[in-house]
């Protein structure tokens, strides 16, 4: 298990950017977990934006945030991070750091996943 806290969230104007944090703390080595970022909007379901594997040579992107998102870690740091430009109104939701041991590949629905932050909020006005 794996303990998460997400960091950076706030209110953008559309065409705007924001940067998301994560910090884990776990008994185990950082880089044995794939990383993820999923986001949840109101009345809708938690989808995956992002991933990255423990050595940095896999990640993954949702087409809606392909082109626009940049996900990295820092295996020294034990952090995450999520870096996000030409932000749209339908891009606020909250925003969840989460963890798996293993690999990434294929492992893009909220049950491939055991630890999570706690969420963070992320407002895009127009």
């Known amino acids: 298990q794996v303990q998460l806290v997400e960091s950076g969230g706030g209110s953008v104007q559309a065409g705007g950017s924001l940067r998301l944090s994560c910090t884990a703390s776990?008994?185990?080595?950082?880089?044995?977990?794939?990383m993820a970022w999923f986001r949840q909007a109101p009345g809708k379901e938690r989808d995956m934006v992002a991933s990255?594997?423990?050595?940095?040579?896999?990640?993954y992107y949702a087409d809606f945030v392909k082109g626009r998102g940049t996900i990295s870690r820092d295996n020294t740091e034990n952090t995450l991070s999520l870096q996000m430009n030409s932000l749209k109104p339908e891009d606020t939701a909250t925003y969840y750091c989460?963890?798996?041991?293993?690999?990434?590949?294929?492992?893009?629905?909220?049950?491939?996943?055991?630890?999570w932050g706690q969420g963070i909020q992320v407002t895009v006005s127009s």
């Open positions: 989460a963890a798996r041991w293993g690999t990434c590949v294929s492992a893009t629905r909220p049950s491939d996943y055991s630890s």
């Open positions: 776990s008994r185990y080595t950082y880089s044995s977990y794939c």
């Open positions: 990255i594997s423990g050595g940095r040579s896999f990640t």
